[in-house]
């Protein structure tokens, strides 16, 4: 995304801010008096919309979190008022009400959320439940700290304890408002912000939610930092996140195209030089600090290749710029189905149904109201798919217009191949399609629940294995980090064990080309004792894991 309004920034001091690609999640970086916080107060008055946005904005330096007890008053104007009215409220100004009004503001705020719309289709024990949920997963995640709800109340549970435990029960078992002033101040402050962001999502369901943090590892912990990251980004749903930060373990948290270096009020430009230059502005020109935290690369190596001990992880988070989803929906618009008549989708390995919600949200768009939506999945426990979608426990009274795999077809055994798509062929209608969907490189290892590892085919592997002269691909774009592959129903025909062995042979030599280049590139980066851009590690340790794995499938066929 990028600001069209180069205007704000500019009466702020800042450059360069509508010539810069920015992402859904931003850190900034710079050393003191770069422009971090005025770039922030940018940001901010630039999404001042009540009527479209909440903001949430901290300047976590001025920030004196504590509680003292015996100071509550009650509210003259109604919590849920005050937060809707004013969609731009500081977080400083939400900690004052908690100065003031003490634990009966906290407990106010819960009690509005769970009246608000987000729980409008379920009972009230049930809304009550849900938003216990949401509250535990909070103060669990970020302070380690587990609680129960008993008759009404907040009860705390130390660490590494259980509530079957009797002495949690007699001595331990205490209302959160009475251990509060045993907070400190960064638990207090992680506390707060969960909630008062929570809040915002909730009470202000129709406006977008954009976060705003300035240095937000004053009074916490680097662990309880990094903990707080990973909560913003895996667990909370927003716009828009801009933090700006000192700290060099936010930096392995995040994407090199998610940072944004600043230095003398003008955002640096991503070149060669970018990441030294960030580097640089954390560390400085400390030996013994930049050895040490090089030593991360040899982690992330190491860190992938420990994952490939670990069966695959469902992707459940969506969001509205999802490639594959969205070349799904192109697919659907472009192809022959008319509108007006229904048709078949079968979800190939579809978990809990990530497309099938895609398809719901997207039901009044041209061809998808008209789509009939199934999963066959038989790695997925009964008990954990999701009850509004149609789940197949076989394939066998059912044809399909079009099946889709996503993300399923690296995880398949090779020796499964030719009996698969054959299974396909025949499910799939005459003029019926296989979509392919698959990441070009894994972020994060995986051991698949086949005995293979992890294989991944490129285009000229996929002509090789269905013996398709042209394999068609969806809209491919520059930066697009999947392939998207349509295969006819007769190309699902073809594949044998001699089409299998062929592509595995051809994919072998081209992975060894790009594993022969990172070995390259790793070597030189070693006696030149310069950094590296951490995807890079990641890259090599993929590589290696990937030609290892066919290494392996290929001994299969040597063996007859």
Request: charged share 25%.
């Amino acid at each position: 995304m990028n600001f069209d309004n180069n205007e704000i920034f500019e009466k702020f001091g800042i450059i360069n801010a509508d010539k810069i690609d920015f992402q859904n999640f931003n850190i900034i970086i710079g050393e003191n008096g770069s422009g971090k916080s005025r770039f922030l107060r940018a940001v901010k008055e630039y999404y001042k919309q009540p009527d479209k946005y909440s903001v949430v904005y901290a300047y976590c330096p001025n920030i004196s979190t504590s509680y003292q007890p015996g100071h509550e008053q009650k509210l003259d104007i109604p919590l849920k008022k005050i937060i809707i009215d004013n969609a731009s409220i500081d977080f400083e100004d939400f900690l004052k009400y908690i100065e003031i009004h003490g634990y009966p503001f906290l407990e106010e705020l819960l009690y509005d959320i769970t009246l608000s719309e987000k729980y409008a289709s379920v009972s009230k024990d049930d809304k009550v439940i849900k938003l216990e949920q949401d509250i535990i997963l909070i103060i669990n995640t970020l302070l380690n700290r587990k609680i129960s709800f008993s008759e009404n109340k907040i009860r705390l549970i130390p660490p590494q304890k259980t509530e079957d435990d009797p002495e949690i029960k007699q001595e331990r078992s205490v209302l959160l408002k009475d251990i509060l002033p045993d907070f400190s101040p960064g638990e207090l402050m992680l506390l707060y912000m969960a909630i008062f962001i929570m809040a915002l999502k909730y009470l202000n369901k129709d406006k977008m939610l954009i976060i705003i943090l300035d240095e937000p590892e004053c009074h916490l912990h680097p662990k309880a930092l990094v903990e707080f990251i990973n909560f913003l980004k895996g667990t909370c749903t927003f716009e828009q996140c801009w933090i700006a930060t000192h700290s060099i373990f936010i930096l392995p948290l995040v994407k090199f195209n998610e940072t944004i270096y600043i230095r003398n009020s003008v955002i640096q430009k991503r070149n060669r030089s970018y990441f030294e230059n960030i580097f640089d502005s954390v560390v400085g020109n400390n030996e013994a600090i930049a050895q040490y935290l090089l030593s991360s690369w040899l982690f992330q190596y190491q860190d992938f290749v420990a994952d490939c001990f670990i069966l695959p992880q469902e992707v459940e988070k969506r969001n509205l710029n999802d490639e594959q989803l969205n070349k799904f929906l192109i697919f659907i618009q472009a192809n022959k189905f008319r509108s007006n008549e229904p048709f078949s989708v079968l979800d190939y390995g579809g978990g809990k149904g990530r497309l099938g919600t895609f398809i719901n949200e997207k039901k009044k768009q041209k061809g998808v109201h008209a789509i009939k939506y199934y999963i066959y999945d038989k790695y997925l426990p009964k008990e954990e798919q999701n009850p509004s979608f149609i789940y197949l426990s076989t394939l066998n009274k059912k044809s399909f217009d079009c099946v889709v795999m996503m993300n399923v077809f690296h995880e398949i055994d090779i020796m499964e191949w030719d009996t698969t798509f054959k299974e396909i062929h025949r499910i799939l209608k005459p003029n019926g399609y296989l979509l392919l969907f698959d990441v070009i490189t894994l972020a994060r290892g995986e051991q698949p629940f086949g005995d293979t590892g992890f294989i991944f085919l490129g285009e000229k592997q996929m002509n090789e294995l269905f013996r398709q002269t042209e394999i068609k691909s969806i809209d491919m774009k520059k930066g697009d980090k999947s392939n998207f592959f349509i295969i006819t129903k007769q190309a699902c025909g073809n594949i044998t064990q001699e089409t299998v062995q062929s592509a595995l042979e051809s994919l072998k030599d081209d992975v060894y080309v790009e594993l022969d280049h990172y070995n390259s590139l790793r070597k030189k980066l070693a006696h030149s004792k310069k950094t590296t851009d951490q995807d890079n590690p990641r890259k090599y340790a993929f590589l290696s894991q990937h030609y290892i794995n066919i290494h392996f499938a290929l001994k299969n066929f040597t063996k007859k």
